[in-house]
């Protein structure tokens, strides 16, 4: 018992030590039906998310992060940034609405100076170390610089040649701006803010970076990369571009600047130009990199040194200009429903109501459809799947047609087999997704959500003596040689497990 206890003690300590990594959200607000500020905290609640970046120091959202003990990274917009750093008044004016009047019930712990400037406004870049300098001053006055940490997050852009990592080094064009502004950051216990978006790496390396590369997904050793000066393997571009940036700076001579990563993400939904900002990769991409985040994994260069990282973003900002992608970015809908269902089990209580290691099985796109209508049958009739949610009136007759009725046959066979090896096959036309296809009022076996107006309605529970409606015949399929394709698949798998 007493060695319990000790265990647990310990497990608590390490759990909040300092250098731990965490996992925030940023709260872009161009929405068009934006949650109200007592919306955002009830979300935030709700899915245990404790740290947060504003794109600005909003009043009212700052009221209502009061006294919750979210941790809150505010920012100067870039708007703001020439008065501010050209003037040491106007910076001070700036902390004494925006910080000085909130702490120290709302618990702002860094001020983003600017965002992406020497990329995105170049014209600032002269006055953003004075920018800096003036607010950790304001700061400093109000004895306040030790718990705020003052940065500016920076475009991975700006790091050249950016693989090998070993050889990366920021855009010399700007070191007159660079040097002094690392040598500010370490003089003042503060990290580099980073931004790192692979996904916009892979769509601009033309094929060279391959999708599971940017996706976190195991690669086989072969397909690793491999730093031909360190020897170092790296799995997964994020990882990459934060060693890029070790490299970068210690090529200035610094090499004991912290990174936060103050934004990543993947975009869930594009147009026909931005085929891989699907559900599923933007689910990929930002479960793997919570739990990689979360871990403490650390990178090559600096196994163990933690990577913060702010999820970008809490909201599909629909308000977006540009492409379809644009829009797509959130984790939530403006109305707190998850846009996805992230796979996070093990990963601790962020986003925890989404943890749930949820997988479904669906009909292929493009299969061929007597393919799928002889699976359908199958699954309705000797694969005994209630399927009378199909027929016409019921809650999941649309869209009618195959591939959808046929997804949702697949998937309630495959979860009532328990999701065993090769029950979601189908002569090749099934596959596992971890993207809930429920829709509407259509709720799949096996997701977490719940038919919003809730009545006792249809049955979507499958049971296993069900003979479903009187439309039997319409789905029975006589062939019956499925049975025989999932048999072999499982034999097929278990002696490669063997
Ligand atoms: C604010 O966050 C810091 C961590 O940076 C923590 O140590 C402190 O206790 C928090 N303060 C409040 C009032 O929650
Ligand atoms: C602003 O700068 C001036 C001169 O550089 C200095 O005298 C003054 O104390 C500064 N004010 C603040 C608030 O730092
Ligand atoms: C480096 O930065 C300068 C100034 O912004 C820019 O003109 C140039 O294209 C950048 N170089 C590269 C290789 O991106
Ligand atoms: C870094 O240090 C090396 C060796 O001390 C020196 O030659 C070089 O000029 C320094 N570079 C910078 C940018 O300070
Ligand atoms: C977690 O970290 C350990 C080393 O600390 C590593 O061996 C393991 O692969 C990591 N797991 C994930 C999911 O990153
Ligand atoms: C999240 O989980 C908590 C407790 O598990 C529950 O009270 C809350 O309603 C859940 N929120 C959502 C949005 O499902
Ligand atoms: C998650 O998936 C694994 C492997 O499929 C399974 O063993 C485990 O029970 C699942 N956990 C939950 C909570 O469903
Ligand atoms: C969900 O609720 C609606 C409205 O009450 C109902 O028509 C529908 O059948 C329900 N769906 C399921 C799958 O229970
Ligand atoms: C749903 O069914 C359960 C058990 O059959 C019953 O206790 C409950 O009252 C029903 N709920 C509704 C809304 O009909
Ligand atoms: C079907 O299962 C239920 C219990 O799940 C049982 O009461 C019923 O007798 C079964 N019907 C047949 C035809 O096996």
Redesign the pocket.
Known sequence: MAALLFFFLLAVSAVSAEEDAVIGVNLGTDVSDMPSPTQVMALLKAQNIRHIRLYDADRAMLLALANTGIQVTISVPNEQLLGIGQSNATAANWVARNVIAHVPATNITAIAVGSEVLSALPNAAPVLVSALKFIHSALVASNLDRQIKVSTPHSSSIILDSFPPSQAFFNRSWDPVMVPLLKFLQSTDSYLMLNIYPYFDYMRSNGVIPLDYALFRPLPPNKEAVDANTLLHYTNVFDAIVDAAYFAMSYLNITNIPIVVTESGWPSKGDSSEPDATLDNANTYNSNLI??VL???GTPKH??IAVSTYIYELYNEDLRPGSVSEKNWGLFNADGVPVYTLHLTGAGTVLANDTTNQTFCVAKEGSDKKMLQAGLDWACGPGKVDCSPLLQGQPCYEPDNVLTHATYAFNAYFQRMAKAPGTCDFKGVATVTTTDPSHGSCIFPGSGRRNSSSTNGTSLAPSSNSTTSGCLSQFFYSGGSFTSSVIIGFLVLSAVLL
Do not use: A, D, V, Y
Request: zero cysteines; a positive charge; glycine letters at 14%.
């Open positions: 739990r990689h871990n403490n994994t196994p163990g």
